[in-house]
């Protein structure tokens, strides 16, 4: 059960796009569409932003969007605001019927 | 309105135990998967349980499996997690996550609770 890999952080000016991956296996990833996306602010509980690789939950801005190929998920936030600065972490369901998450982003708005 | 309320934590010695508690609301408790996740001071997310919606399939990370336990009591409305053996490096915020849907590969975490904090110290 390792960690997925993430980026430890990355950043962008308003109105710009940045793109955060997160890299696991076969037996993760790579082999299911079960792969989320929260968003953490300091001293809150996360927040599921994308769902089943590319899927927004209601409420959820379109500025946010998810895709995967092989064994890479990756989130893109377009647009980026103020609002956006927060702990990103990817979770993909496993082989062995656990979840697995990845270390954490760190997005600064510049 | 969803709602999760995590209870149960506090300080507790190494080698000790401690139950948590988790009290749902505001959605049929019986109709989903329910997770428990941890996140040690300043670090990231880490899944430590889950559990399905009649208790069918049951899950842990290496890190507990053997010394913790999840249920859930769907007539109470309720999930926990008894904590047995506990170590220093179990000291953390433990989330009580909703599932998507009923089963163990439906999205965790689309409620959330606040929290409740664990430190384990002697």
């Known amino acids: 059960q390792s960690a997925l890999t993430q980026p430890a952080s990355v950043s962008g000016s308003p109105g710009q796009s940045i793109t955060i991956s997160c890299t696991g296996t076969?037996?993760?990833?790579?082999?299911?569409?079960?792969v989320s996306w929260y968003q953490q602010h300091p001293g809150k509980a996360p927040k599921l932003i994308i769902y089943?690789?590319?899927n927004r939950p209601s409420g959820v801005s379109n500025r946010f969007s998810g895709s995967k190929s092989g064994n890479t998920a990756s989130l893109t936030i377009s647009g980026l605001q103020a609002e956006d600065e927060a702990d990103y972490y990817c979770s993909s369901y496993t082989s062995s019927s656990t979840w697995v998450f990845g270390g954490g982003t760190r997005l600064t708005v510049l | 309105e969803v709602q999760l309320e995590e209870s149960g934590g506090g300080l507790v010695q190494p080698g000790r135990s401690l139950r948590l508690s988790c009290a749902a609301s505001?959605?049929?408790?019986?109709?989903?998967?329910m997770h428990w996740v941890r996140q040690a001071p300043g670090k990231g997310l880490e899944w430590v349980s889950g559990i399905t919606w009649n208790s069918g399939s049951i899950g842990y990370a290496d890190s507990v499996k053997g010394r913790f336990t999840i249920s859930r009591d769907n007539a109470k409305n309720s999930l926990y997690l008894q904590m047995n053996s506990l170590r220093p490096e179990d000291t953390a915020l433990y989330y009580c996550?909703?599932?998507?849907?009923?089963?163990?590969?439906?999205?965790?975490?689309?409620?959330w609770g606040q929290g409740t904090l664990v430190t384990v110290s002697s």
């Open positions: 505001g959605f049929t408790f019986d109709d989903y998967a």
């Open positions: 076969s037996s993760d990833v790579g082999g299911y569409n079960y």
């Open positions: 089943d690789v590319s």
């Open positions: 996550a909703k599932s998507r849907g009923s089963w163990s590969h439906n999205t965790l975490g689309d409620y």
